[in-house]
DNA sequence: ACGGTCATACCGACCAGACGGTATGCACCG
DNA sequence: CGGTGCATACCGTCTGGTCGGTATGACCGT
């Protein structure tokens, strides 16, 4: 199974090298001598350097997506599936953390069409999510007093950052973290008794304490 | 005064093209033909490239170090200041959106020492808004079961993810949104009533999992 | 069994051109 | 006259991609 065995060595140093010095600064040189191939295999699996970029969104987006869809069709109360959607994606990030890396940095890389190509599919991962936090706002449980798309960004931004300070080496493990900035992120938007002061005094918005339950 | 019109005008021309496609997609031969003036012009300016990304990083540094310092230096409760800040740096980051796409995505390019630098005044803001949240969790004001650089993560993420997604045409005004944000923030990491607080003997956050209740 | 044919997998020298940077020169100013 | 500010032509390097060629092996008619 020759076959496999190149095309997966090549993306797999691909992907750790545009990983450390961006896309840009890695030729594709380098790349084959990293995987152990000669350009000549290369491009018998790929069209051309973009080509090999792509294929690394490709994995990233379908994996998430599958996730996705599996955990909404398991069902279950909405704080549920929500959670576990949250928890879900932070732990696959994490587990492709070099991926994460390219993927937000090298995106304005890729030609046009699968640059649409990427935002299309991303932009279906958000409109379940979105669908999951509305659904969550009509049974009252989530705050409605700040649009759904910036609670929405709220979270991805989380997920976005995580390869920015996220170690596997450090103290933290993976399940713990997803867990903390899940929590962080529903704490945050959880509907509280009172509503909230925007402008002046910020200090007082503390007095309303937790709306915990 | 033609000196600073050329370097400025290089200077925005710069951040334009970055932000829109890339550094390593911006030929020096296309900035200075948006700026106007002529490769001989500008080298006599920059010293590289290079040189001309790093600028970018340096303006922005220099700014919000400069807010930061400004809001702590004027005093007052945690809850207050720390509420400030975080309005400051997001209105900041959207008033230089097109500087900031290029901050988070072309860190990479810059040569090995300026990429030291920019990380050295990076953590010195990270440290001083670190100083922030320890206070006010000894006030009690603030959770701590959760490390504490998760909770700062949580923070800079939405920062970081403000050019994907902001739009200044969009119907949000920029002040807004950063209220918005920085509710968020704070009411996740507002300690809870009746929850953990007190030392923080490890890993007690466990109990999230279950969802409330 | 066997020579021949064809497709697939791979090799690696080579190329066109783009790019960052420089060298040289000139105009203007104090 | 010297120095600053700039213009322009030019260069060496590096890169993505190509292309003619070879090795391997399946298949086939005889």
Same mark, same amino acid.
Do not use: C, I, K
């Given at each position: 199974m020759k076959d496999v065995n190149v095309a997966d $060595?090549? #993306?797999?140093?691909?992907?750790?090298l545009f990983a450390a010095q961006g896309y840009a600064n890695t030729s594709v040189q380098q790349i084959v001598e990293a995987a152990g191939v000669t350009k000549g295999a290369m491009y018998h699996y790929f069209e051309s350097k973009d080509d090999l970029l792509f294929a690394i969104y490709d994995r990233m987006l379908s994996l998430q997506k599958a996730h996705l869809d599996e955990i909404i069709a398991r069902g279950g109360p909405t704080e549920q599936v929500l959670h576990d959607v949250c928890v879900d994606v932070i732990e696959t990030s994490i587990d492709f953390l070099p $991926?994460? #890396?390219?993927?937000?940095?090298?995106?304005?890389?890729?030609t046009a069409p699968r640059q649409q190509e990427v935002t299309r599919r991303r932009r279906e991962y958000h409109?379940?999510?979105a669908a999951l936090i509305e659904r969550g706002q009509q049974e009252g449980r989530y705050r409605t007093d700040i649009p759904r798309s910036v609670l929405i960004a709220?979270?991805?931004s989380d997920v976005h950052y995580l390869s920015?300070?996220?170690s596997p080496?450090?103290?933290?493990g993976r399940g713990?973290?997803?867990?903390?900035l899940t929590d962080l992120f529903l704490s945050g938007i959880r509907a509280t008794a009172g509503g909230v002061s925007a402008s002046d005094d910020?200090?007082?918005a503390a007095a309303v304490g937790g709306g915990a339950r």
């Open positions: $060595e090549v #993306t797999r140093a691909a992907v750790e $991926e994460g #890396t390219v993927f937000f940095r090298s995106m304005h890389m890729l409109d379940e999510f709220n979270f991805f920015h300070w996220y080496e450090g103290p933290e713990l973290v997803a867990e903390q910020g200090a007082s």
